[in-house]
């Protein structure tokens, strides 16, 4: 059974730093690619950041020099370190895993709230 829970979400003042990570299981995580995705109320889902199984990385431009997606295989966890965040960056955050044959998973999100 494929599960992922994201933690690390909470209220952080502008300019402020958050860790978000995801615990993944039920699949062999070493072998897939893992994302981030935000999703703003009334909106779609959309990506931050996506790792390969590789470590190589890809970041949407909105996002891109103050966040970093990062992958520790041994704890089965991707982790979203944002740097520098405003107020726009609050969102639900969700990972995202996409097993084969090509189920896409996700997590229940964590919400991150940029505000003073």
């Known amino acids: 059974q494929v599960q992922l829970v994201e933690s690390g979400g909470g209220l952080v003042q502008p300019g402020g730093s958050l860790r978000l990570s995801c615990a993944a299981s039920g699949f062999t995580f070493s072998r897939l690619g893992m994302s981030w995705y935000r999703q703003d109320p009334g909106k779609e889902r959309e990506l931050v950041a996506y790792?390969?199984?590789?470590?190589?990385?890809y970041y949407v431009d909105s996002m891109k020099g103050r966040v970093t997606i990062s992958r520790d295989d041994a704890k089965n966890t991707v982790y979203l370190q944002m740097n520098s965040l405003k107020p726009e960056d609050t969102s639900m955050y969700y990972c995202k895993a996409q097993v084969p044959p090509g189920t896409a998973y996700w997590g229940r999100g964590t919400q991150v709230t940029v505000s003073s």
């Open positions: 790792i390969y199984s590789t470590g190589r990385t």
